[in-house]
């Protein structure tokens, strides 16, 4: 059984910054890409960055300068550090990974979310 936490939200004030962390743990055999999504109310999920096992990044054009997706490929974990928030940026934040467990099946897990606001 495999399994995502993540932590690090909360509220910020425009041009803040926050620092996410999320852990895989369980069945584990090997981690392959890692990112991070986030959920606005009222709007679909989006992509904000993504990492590889090599250690390839993506970014959405809204965050690149702004944010830096890292991961520990030991401890099988992905961060994300947000810099410069907006409050347009207000959402629930998703870890995501694509993940081989003990028996050789290569699925997509989801973390809980965790609530980042951005505000006065």
């Known amino acids: 059984q495999v399994q995502l936490v993540e932590s690090g939200g909360g509220s910020v004030q425009p041009g803040g910054s926050l620092r996410l962390s999320c852990i895989a743990s369980?069945?584990?055999?090997?981690?392959?890409?890692m990112g991070w999504y986030r959920q606005a109310p009222g709007k679909q999920r989006e992509v904000v960055a993504t990492?590889?096992?090599?250690?390839?990044?993506v970014y959405i054009n809204d965050v690149q300068g702004r944010f830096t997706i890292s991961r520990d490929n030991f401890k099988n974990t992905v961060d994300l550090q947000m810099n410069s928030l907006e409050p347009e940026e207000t959402a629930v934040y998703y870890c995501?990974?694509?993940?081989?467990?003990?028996?050789?099946?290569?699925?997509?897990?989801w973390g809980q979310g965790t609530q980042v606001t951005v505000s006065l």
């Open positions: 990492i590889d096992d090599r250690g390839r990044t």
């Open positions: 995501n990974a694509l993940i081989w467990d003990r028996q050789i099946r290569k699925e997509s897990y």
């Open positions: 369980g069945s584990i055999e090997r981690v392959d890409d």
